[in-house]
């Protein structure tokens, strides 16, 4: 008997078939490599509480949420694979074809089980034939008593997931977009799944500690981080912004995950485009540079900091005035973060600061109230003033507005403050000096019960401090 590799989306291999003698040569001969005894991830009792809380939110009904499938980067070549937010909040879990399925019990309540790939069976062939998620190919995952132990919660096999949610007619929710297959074969309704994604997003608004702790982790990588792009610049200014998104992109690695979301290192007139990302061009003394950027923990969980730096260790008097006009933007939205307060407060603090100074500047007719109202000022502010941080880097996007932009803060909430000023290369209402100057700061604030922790309090923010900042590194 001759055995076939299978089928799959590669052609042109050196081997098309598996002699039986290999086959059986590769089935035995193994160490048994099962891990015994092991202790709960320190995230599974924070991933319960979180689980409890979306079973009370949809009694009776059974609920999916899957992790996501691999995707195709270049013919046989994958994407490195990033579960759904929703699904690893949930568990603790990272890996890839992967659900969570919560059955109701008729006592009320539910019971959990974690749908995964089990390990790659020896005598299926799997472990060395399938290149996707063959452990000699991938590395090893763990077994499903290994799972339960780390996750704390009962998993199956995900081959008999279709078949566990097709037995019984039982009224389901599904949290699409992220499993195709599912999707297409379960018949749930729309309106009932957007309600299911709408408490996911909104689950995730109110950090736990374990959670506060991540993003603390996220915040002190990424200013270090921060700290070896800006003793890069000397480098970064005969080569390009890709040396300096280089640089940070070495520390996320050592750090944690990688970066959580693309970086953008922005030079000179780049600094006005919002979400520069090709970073490919000249960084040049004299100018400015936008570096957004943060570090994605193993757990998934992200930094966003943005600070503009003077290339050459200085900056300019036009530079400065610009700076500072943002900085006190940021300090305005800053103050203005507290339980209790709304959401859209920091930003209306900001917005009139900046509002004020283009009407101070002669760009926009005053008065600034007007200006504000009116939102003129978004000629050059472009953006709101922050957004949710945690596992996404814009997080809870799905929320109710009533839930986000329309609530107030709650303590362990946490937010960007980034106010910034952009001035394009070909806009002809402001001074021709004023071309090309893009200036922004962010920083991520945990909201608290007394009013708010700076996470990102470890980089400097005023010009001067800045300026100190850079002289020691280059020191």
Known sequence: MTYRQPAGRRRNGLYDEVAPELAELMRTGWADTELLDLTPDAQAPFAAARRDRLSARFPGERLVIPAGNLKIRSNDDLYPFRPSSAYTHLTGDQTPNAALVLNPLPEGGHEPVAYLLDRSNRTTGEFWLNSSIGELWVGRRSSLKEAEQLLGLPCRDVAVLVEDLTASAVSTRLHRGYDVDLDRRLDTGADTDGELAE???????????????????ACTATARGFQDAAADLATAIATSERWIEGTFNRRARLEGNGVGYGTICAAGAHATIMHWVRNDGPVRPGELLLFDAGVETTTLYTADVTRTLPISGQFTPLQREIYDAVYQAQEAGIRAVAPGARYREFHEASQRVLAEHLVGWGFLDGPADRVYELGLQRRYTMAGTGHMLGLDVHDCTQARNS?????????????????????????????????????????????????????????????????????????
């Not at 997003?201 to 991540?214: G, I, S």
Request: proline residues 4%.
């Open 199 to 217: 408490f996911l997003a909104e689950l995730r608004l109110v950090k736990d500690p374990w959670e506060t702790e991540q993003l603390r982790k």
């Open 403 to 475: 839930q986000y932009v329309d609530c107030e803060l709650e303590a362990g909430m946490v937010l960007t403050v980034e106010p910034g000023l952009y001035f394009q290369q070909d806009d002809l209402t402001v001074p021709e000096e004023f071309r090309g100057i893009g200036v922004r700061i962010e920083d991520d604030l945990l909201v608290t019960s007394t009013g708010h922790e700076n996470l990102s309090a470890d980089l400097p923010r005023t010009a001067t401090a800045i300026e100190s900042w850079m002289a020691g590194l280059s020191g």
